[in-house]
């Protein structure tokens, strides 16, 4: 039998690939499961559309043009900002060139930017490309136009490092101006400061009552009795004193046991007399002297009196005969106050006393301090907070150990403590004569070359071995120019201090630890009242 010719056969039949079936079966799935979600979504419930609405609207506020262009290379908001840098350094290379009117081109196409640019950001909308087009094309042109003109990579690099350079000298001038500036402010008195000190001494010069009670407190047996509890505070600040004495009373369950011991100077003495007489500090006692009574502290018993006097001294401070190169804070007066360096004749100005607690003008209390009297000192004559958790406040960052007189006696990684709380045995003290090893180390430093100024450095060195490390939690520093102290430290401490040029009471005081020192201040006092309002 023969067989068919090839064209007449029957074609034979070829099963599918089951990869083939496989890939079609999945295309029916995804087809079926893309047809159960549109219409899930056409007959969703409305309470579920309106949270969607809500959260896209939420997405659509919290939009920003800052976001936009640092999360998104090719936004139109980032190519204008780059090709406005780029502009702005055309603008210099062009006024140098004296092309005035390409310059002015270019900031004109800048401000057409920046005016753009605050307008997406007011909307809180994405900058289009309709918008953003024009100008790019346009300042693009602009910069072209630029390197045609010959400002090649060489002139743009030597015109921009030249302007770098005046700019670093007007940044570094600024940047001392505005020190100066600050530390200028900090030494300054509020006005409504100065009002209530007039007003007060008025009343203390026109008020004989006032100088009849006055009389009672200095021949008040309880200034030397042992067994009450004895603070010491040295100041010219009236209303800083006021809030320390305050806050410490107000934080103590026997107010009535507390006896500060305050000196001031003669322009302030009267002001503070009265003060202390007309408000009452719940039964506690406040005795006010002057320095210029302490006819014993003279330049024949103390050097650092003997300096104070010195004709270059004052004319360093008060006639402005300062190095342009000298650090700002060290143009304060305060250091050739005597009032500043009185915690060093603290068994002198105070014979019968056994122990005090000696308080900076710039704490505020917060807890009974009290128990600070029965501490043991184990024998020492300073019990401070040490402050040497960071290297800068080790001892060769306050002295200069290049010089051997110190190098062969001190070590220079001792740890540093601070003034502002400090519990004095005044027994040890005279034992010890302290006082002596002040002035022996202020005659050292005659020429400046141990340490510059300041009362920390010979404190240092008076107390060395003799200083009892206190708990961190007595004492906490820097309220007065660190802005990000711990609040667990804050709440926990003893007393807060606010050292550093941001005072409480100044106007740019840090705004977030003002309230702890207003608390303690009478707000409602009338003379207050008037002088802040007047």
């Not at 000696?358 to 301090?369: A, R």
Request: aromatic share 12%.
């Amino acid at each position: 039998m023969r067989r068919r010719a090839a064209d007449y056969r029957r074609p034979v039949r070829r099963r599918l690939s089951v990869w083939i079936w496989l890939l079609l079966a999945c295309f029916f799935i995804a087809g079926f499961i893309l047809l159960l979600v549109i219409q899930n979504q056409e007959y969703q419930d409305p309470t579920v559309l309106e949270k969607n609405a809500a959260t896209v609207q939420f997405t659509h506020r919290t939009l920003n043009v800052t976001e936009e262009i640092a999360n998104n290379a090719n936004s139109y908001a980032r190519q204008l900002l780059e090709q406005m840098t780029l502009a702005k350094a055309y603008i210099v290379i062009a006024k140098d060139h004296n092309d005035l009117h390409l310059a002015w081109e270019l900031s004109s196409k800048i401000r057409s930017c920046q005016f753009l640019l605050s307008k997406a950001a007011m909307r809180e909308d994405p900058m289009t490309q309709d918008e953003a087009e024009p100008l790019i094309r346009s300042l693009s042109t602009l910069i072209f136009k630029a390197q045609d003109a010959h400002y090649d990579i060489a002139t743009t690099i030597m015109t921009m490092k030249s302007h770098i350079q005046a700019l670093e000298e007007r940044t570094n001038a600024a940047t001392v101006q505005s020190t100066f500036f600050g530390q200028l402010a900090a030494e300054a008195l509020p006005k409504n400061l100065h009002c209530l000190n007039v007003k007060l001494l008025a009343d203390w010069l026109t008020k004989k009552k006032l100088q009849e009670v006055t009389d009672q407190i200095k021949n008040s047996p309880r200034l030397l009795d042992n067994n009450l509890y004895h603070f010491c505070l040295f100041s010219d600040n009236l209303l800083a004193v006021s809030a320390v004495v305050n806050s410490t009373v107000s934080n103590t369950d026997h107010p009535k046991q507390l006896v500060f011991h305050v000196v001031t100077n003669e322009a302030n003495y009267g002001a503070m007399q009265a003060w202390f007489v007309i408000n009452d500090f719940k039964g506690s006692t406040v005795e006010v002297q002057k320095v210029e009574d302490f006819t014993w502290l003279n330049a024949s018993y103390s050097p650092v009196v003997r300096k104070l006097t010195e004709a270059d001294l004052r004319a360093y401070y008060f006639e402005g005969s300062r190095e342009p190169n000298d650090e700002p804070k060290f143009g304060n007066p305060k250091y050739v106050s005597l009032l500043n360096h009185l915690r060093f004749y603290i068994p002198e100005i105070y014979p019968r006393l056994e122990k005090v607690v000696f308080l900076d003008d710039d704490v505020i209390v917060q807890k009974d301090l009290t128990p600070l009297f029965s501490l043991d000192l184990h024998g020492n004559v300073n019990g401070a907070v040490e402050t040497c958790l960071e290297a800068f406040h080790r001892f060769y960052k306050y002295l200069n150990f290049s010089n051997p007189v110190l190098s062969s006696k001190f070590d220079p990684q001792a740890c540093g403590w601070a003034f502002g709380l400090n519990v004095f045995d005044l027994v040890v003290w005279r034992k010890a004569n302290v006082t002596a090893t002040y002035h022996y180390w202020i005659q050292q430093n005659d020429d400046g070359s141990l340490w510059k100024l300041g009362t920390l450095p010979p404190g240092l060195l008076a107390f060395y071995g003799q200083t009892e490390p206190l708990d961190r939690r007595w004492h906490v520093l820097g309220l007065g120019y660190d802005v990000n102290v711990d609040n667990r430290l804050i709440e926990t401490a003893a007393v807060i201090h606010f050292n550093g040029n941001l005072k409480p009471w100044l106007k740019f005081g840090i705004g977030r630890y003002k309230p702890l020192w207003e608390r303690y201040v009478n707000q409602t006092h009338p003379y207050l009242v008037d002088c802040v309002t007047n």
